[in-house]
């Protein structure tokens, strides 16, 4: 434990069926931050090398982690940081197809002849 490191705290116990593990340091400034996930458990069968069946405790990935409050918002901004990205990408990619467009319709217009009629008299000019 350097002098630096802080660790989350569980505020009660741990519920029943849960199990708690630390999670990897995070750097915040000149302090290295350790927070906590919480893990729902159940059973599961297996077969042991004598071939004699038994139980065991392993995650439930069906049912979310629960985290401390500094390692929650930690993973909400890298969410919300793909997430940034990917609008990003999608509006360069639209202004990208703007541009082509307004390009081809340029294009077009120039292609195409103009004719003005002479209102009192309909002939073109």
């Not at 996930?37 to 004699?52: A, W």
């Not at 990619?93 to 103009?114: C, I, N």
């Amino acid at each position: 434990m350097a002098v630096n490191d802080e660790y989350a705290m569980l505020s009660g116990p741990i519920p029943t069926g849960f199990a708690v593990y630390q999670m990897p340091g995070v750097q915040l400034g000149d302090h290295t931050f350790f927070g906590w996930k919480m893990v729902k458990q159940k059973s599961e069968s297996y077969t042991d090398e004598d071939g004699k069946e038994q139980e065991r405790r392993v995650d439930d990935d069906s049912v979310p982690a629960v985290y401390d409050g500094t390692t929650q918002l930690l993973q909400d901004n890298a969410e919300k940081a793909k997430e940034i990205a990917s609008l990003k990408a999608a509006n360069e990619l639209t202004q990208q197809g703007l541009m082509e467009a307004v390009d081809y319709l340029s294009a077009q217009l120039a292609k195409t002849p103009t004719t003005v009629t002479d209102t009192s008299t309909g002939e073109a000019k």
